[in-house]
């Protein structure tokens, strides 16, 4: 007798042909043998798909952030497969989770430890905005502390949503402009948060 | 025979007459209330006594209640008596405006710790104590958060739904009255003239 299986007695075939997602490639002058674009475009498109996240992972949010870079979300998708534990390798910083007050200095602390340039994901309602935690001993959004690129609203958000912030992420790194870091509006907001 | 409510309280009351009140047992642990200066007394007779023997300090905490005038905050000490595994409790009521308390870490190590989490949450100024300082709060906190005249919500907040977060609204918390009858947030008074509070 038969087993009774019921799935995948159709299995689809790969089609690796027209399944796979390749970076356009920057507007650009070629030829045979070379081909010329600007500085920041090839910058752009490296850093974009080689982003190095930093996980600060303190609740639930984190729990989720497991899911994401498992195998059925699979973050790694995007160039984000390599996690480092030390903010010294670190391009994005992704806090994942509720900020007690008296964990904000290590937050700052972590985040200066960071070499430009930098990013900051605020996942969950938790870091995004204190969250349900309007108390006295929660920190009323990591942003009081540190500037926020991307944030991430849900509580605690799907993997879907992280993904689609790691994009916001990447579309900001694509189209950064190399002196970005140098200018006077990016030290202005360091110097608000008392960065400089 | 083991340890019971009826023994302990009747060693209690031979030792230290009417000074020890308020008996009770809600489920079944003796529950008492003695005088303020006198928890260090109380808990050297409990620890030394050859019958008693309550030689561990399982918790200490802080309880206030606004209504009770010169008996604001009580702290409570919850004993252990480990060979017949019984356990009390005694209270002492202070006056919030002067929370001295005598410290019970010379006779139990383990109070060190409970005493600061005490003095964080609800000030309570344990005299004796060798390192009074705030334990789970952070430094910069000027007020001790668990008491009730302070609301629990982050009073710095702008952009939640008044009503539903504990700041304004019909309970009131965090506002005051301007002269001509309107309610503001506290944290606007700064920008408010004198004249109008």
Redesign the interface.
Known sequence: MARPVRFNIHPKQTNIRDNIALADMPEGEQGEGYFATSFEKIVGLARKNSIWPLPFATSCCGIEFMATMGSHYDLARFGSERLAFTPRQCDLLMVMGTIA??M?PVLKEVYLQMAEPRWVLAMGACAA??GIF?????L?GIDQIIPVDVYIPGCPPRPEAVIDGVLKIQDLVHNENLRRRNSEHYQALLGSYGIQ | MSLTNERIKERLIEKFGDEVSNFEEPYGMLTFEVPKNMNLKLMQFLYDDEELKFKFLTTLCAVNYPDNKERELAIVYHLHNLIDNIRIRFKIYVDIEKPDVFTATKLFEAANWLERETYDFYGVNFIGHPNLKRI???DE?DYF?MRKE?P???Q??K??DDEM??RGGSIGYGTVKTSDDTTIAESEKGNVGEELL
Do not use: I
Request: hydrophobic share 25%; charged share 30%; no cysteine.
């Open positions: 007050k008296k904000g905005s204190g309007d108390s006295y001993s929660v009323q | 789970l709060n952070v906190m958060p302070y629990l919500e982050d710095t907040r952009d939640k977060f504990g």
